[in-house]
């Protein structure tokens, strides 16, 4: 089952402001919706995060904007 992530995370992750975070989980629930899944709004897939934006499990443990 996919873990989904809040806007917290994805900002924090990301280095954005909530503002822009919730752009860019729109952005992933858009092209997710094309793919023909099911989407939740404000929340995204964190396997899905991590693959779209290149990032590894140290990415999240090593957070510092």
Known sequence: MAT?????VVSDVLCI????????MRMINKELERKG??????RVPLDYLK????L?????????C
Do not use: C, P
């Open 4 to 8: 989904l992530v809040k806007v917290d």
């Open 17 to 24: 402001s909530k503002n822009k975070a919730y752009q860019v």
């Open 37 to 42: 899944f099911i989407t939740i709004q404000g």
């Open 51 to 54: 693959m779209r934006f290149n």
């Open 56 to 64: 590894s499990d140290e990415d999240f443990s090593q957070r510092s």
